[in-house]
């Protein structure tokens, strides 16, 4: 079920926008990226017949048709577009309070466990030395791939940090993971912690 409040003034100026597209069937494509994490960001974007994802969930609007990709709607509820005219023309707001929230369970990707383990596990440990740790893909054969920022970046501890820690964390959280992998540029030391 898609619990996400599009306004009745959203849904008009969505529909003033998907007019002015040319497109016969244009509807909108709502989606979480990086979800769970502090990057979170929730997006709105066009979708012409044929561009839905597998999964995706259709919800009739005025107008057009919404489609809700499926591994975004724990993230996106209670989430609410709005659209409030002004002098400048108006402003389209997109307010999802659960975009940033780890929420996972035994059959969440493993994107999504991954990134919980290191929002609420890792990252608060490496923010005593002004680092972080964030997943940037993770490879077909299993392993994480994983980017060191902030005072991890150049550190001298960082192969420690990541293979006795961050490693051994996520492995024992997150069985399903083959491994990680660093693909940060550590010859950059203007900010490492050592």
């Not at 959203?10 to 497109?23: F, G, H, M, N, S």
């Not at 979170?40 to 809700?68: H, L, N």
């Not at 060191?148 to 492995?171: I, N, P, R, W, Y």
Request: a negative charge.
């Amino acid at each position: 079920m898609v619990n996400v409040n599009i306004t009745e003034s959203a849904q008009a100026y969505l529909k003033e926008l998907l007019d002015k597209q040319d497109a016969d069937g244009i509807g909108i494509r709502m989606f979480v990226s990086s979800p769970g994490t502090p990057q979170a960001e929730t997006c709105i974007a066009y979708s012409r017949p044929g561009e839905e994802q597998e999964g995706d969930i259709k919800v009739p609007m005025t107008g057009f048709d919404a489609w809700f990709e499926e591994r975004s709607l724990p993230f996106l509820e209670d989430a609410k577009v709005d659209y409030s005219a002004d002098r400048m023309g108006g402003q389209l707001t997109i307010r999802a309070p659960n975009s940033k929230m780890p929420q996972i369970s035994d059959d969440s990707p493993v994107e999504d466990k991954i990134n919980y383990v290191l929002y609420n596990e890792v990252n608060p440990g490496l923010a005593s030395h002004g680092g972080n740790v964030s997943l940037m893909e993770m490879t077909e054969d299993g392993y994480a791939v994983l980017q060191f920022g902030g005072g991890c970046q150049g550190c001298s501890a960082v192969d420690m940090t990541l293979k006795d820690g961050v490693e051994k964390t996520l492995m024992e959280k997150v069985p399903e993971l083959k491994g990680v992998r660093d693909m940060t540029d550590h010859s950059d030391k203007s900010q490492a912690y050592y």
